[in-house]
Every structure is written in structure tokens, then in C-alpha cells.
């Protein structure tokens, strides 16, 4: 299949280029000038870059490349944002991805994944959002929803916390590791928050293994689950592994005013590989 990719260089993006790769897929990037290609390094002999200018534009590379499928993982989190953040929010979020879905239009592509936040629901409601992230997350599938209407059939996966090999989003679990392998102090809250983590090749895994049937694009959402561990489990795990009790002290910190203690659920969970985060803690 081809294959269009928005947020290719992202975490999660960088990762499933290499999945879709291994399943002999054709694949393409959008990239936009800012975005750095470092994460794509190894693979930027097998895959299509389209650079977008004013010259190069979302609607001519849908029409060049003419995928099969689109996959938007492209997103601009900011958890607590500043007034400063707010038209990159909208513009990441919002616009850029209508952009996509009006190309995929004019040029009749009708297949499209979509990534999205389980922030959108917390106290697991319908819609209740952590933050303005998740509300843009929230705004640009409504709008999904007027494209659906005009032949393009999605589908939408929502994500918790997610983890894996080269990450450098300095996530609560990598700063956990990096302390404890240090032997260096880290303060934190008193740990009571309940953490849903899918590793990132069980998350490509199950997406390169699924889009190849238009069954599954279905116009609705699923969540996927990975290891549900309380932080503070977690912590005690790792300061185990690497012979550093002590080094983790809970309860000098105040939790964030936003801070969400269980993870939030509404759409059918999907329960992926549940040996995955000891696994990788034992390769580390």
C-alpha cells in the first residue's frame, strides 16, 4: 500500500515508519519547514518527503503521491499553555489537519487514521478535556466528522501515556530511569497517579496489522491500553533495577493543578501486549 504520514518525526511516527516498512509498504512524509528529520535518518532512502511551501502544497502532494491511506499523527502538545501558544495550538491541531482532509477530497483518497488523546474524556465523560490540547484534539475530530459525511471513511485511535526506545520527550518514566541510573535525587509528587502506558511498537504493531482491511476504517474511535501501574509501583520497580532505593523521594512535590490520577476511558479499549513494559525495563 502507499502510505501518507503526517508527524512522521515524532515519537510515535518515527516508529511506524518502521513497521510499515518491514511490511513492504510505500511510504511518504509531510513535512513542514521547521520540522527536523533526525528521528529518520536510517530511513530517509526508503521513504518520499514532501517539503511543504507555498510552492509545494498538502493538495499537490495528495495528487502526486496518491496514497491508499493517510495516517495523521502530526500534534503540537503543550500541556499547560500560555496565551503566546495558542495560535500554534490551532494551527497544529486544527488547521493543518483540515488541510489534509480537504486535500484527501479534492483528490478522492477516502481512508484516513486518526490519532487522538484519551485527555478528551477525563472522568471518562463523552467530552471533558484536560487542557486546551486536548479540546484542539477534540475540535479537529468534530471536523472529521463534516469530511466523513463527504466520503472519507476514518478512523480514530486514542492514546494515554506511551513509552519506548529513543524517546526524547523526557516522559515521567525516563526521568525515573535516568535518576536511578545516575543515583541522582528526584523529587516528586507522592506518586498516588494510576498510569495506562502502551509501548510504541505495540501501537505500530497493531496499526500496520489493521489498516490493511477497509473494514477497519468504521468512523469510529477505540482506545488502546497498555500496563495500568501506579507511579509510585512503577518508581519502586525501577529503583530496584538499578540498585537505587532511595533515590526517588515522593511527596516534596504538590500534584499539578490539572493533574489527572486515573486515566481516562469512554470508546472500546483495545488491550494490547501486557508483558511489554517489563520486557523493556529488563532490556534496558
Not at 478522492?108 to 488523546?117: A, D, F, M, S, V
Not at 502502551?198 to 474511535?221: L, P
Request: charged fraction near 25%.
Amino acid at each position: 500500500m502507499k502510505i501518507l504520514i503526517t508527524g512522521a518525526t515524532g515519537f510515535i511516527g518515527s516508529h511506524l515508519i518502521v513497521s510499515l516498512l518491514e511490511n513492504k509498504n510505500v511510504i511518504a512524509i509531510l513535512k513542514r519547514d521547521k520540522t527536523d528529520l533526525k528521528n529518520l535518518t536510517r530511513y530517509l532512502n526508503k521513504i518520499q518527503i514532501y517539503q511543504l511551501n507555498k510552492d509545494n502544497t498538502i493538495n499537490s502532494a495528495m495528487k502526486i503521491f496518491s496514497p491508499d491511506i493517510v495516517i495523521h499523527l502530526a500534534t503540537l502538545y503543550i500541556n499547560n499553555h500560555r496565551d503566546e501558544d495558542i495560535d500554534d495550538l490551532i494551527t497544529s491541531n486544527i488547521s493543518f489537519g483540515t488541510h489534509v482532509l480537504e486535500a484527501m477530497k479534492n483528490n478522492n483518497i477516502k481512508y484516513i487514521l486518526n490519532i487522538g488523546t484519551r485527555w478528551q474524556h477525563i472522568g471518562n465523560k463523552p467530552y471533558f478535556p484536560a487542557n486546551l490540547y486536548a479540546a484542539t484534539k477534540e475540535a479537529f475530530k468534530d471536523i472529521l466528522i463534516y469530511y466523513e459525511s463527504q466520503g472519507i471513511q476514518s478512523k480514530t485511535i486514542e492514546l494515554c501515556d506511551t513509552y519506548g526506545n529513543e524517546d526524547t520527550r523526557k516522559k515521567v518514566m525516563d526521568l525515573l530511569i535516568t535518576a536511578c541510573q545516575k543515583k541522582e535525587i528526584l523529587e516528586l509528587t507522592q506518586g498516588e497517579q494510576i498510569l495506562d502506558l502502551a509501548y510504541v511498537r505495540d501501537i505500530t504493531t497493531f496499526i500496520s496489522t489493521n489498516i490493511v482491511s477497509h473494514v477497519f476504517f468504521d468512523n469510529k474511535t477505540i482506545s488502546l491500553s497498555g500496563t495500568i501501574i501506579k507511579l509510585r509501583d512503577l518508581g519502586a520497580i525501577i529503583e530496584k533495577k538499578y540498585d537505587g532505593v532511595g533515590i526517588l523521594k515522593w511527596g516534596f512535590k504538590p500534584y499539578r493543578i490539572n493533574e489527572v490520577m486515573n486515566p481516562p476511558l469512554y470508546y472500546k479499549k483495545i488491550v494490547l501486549n501486557q508483558n511489554s513494559l517489563q520486557e523493556y525495563l529488563n532490556r534496558l
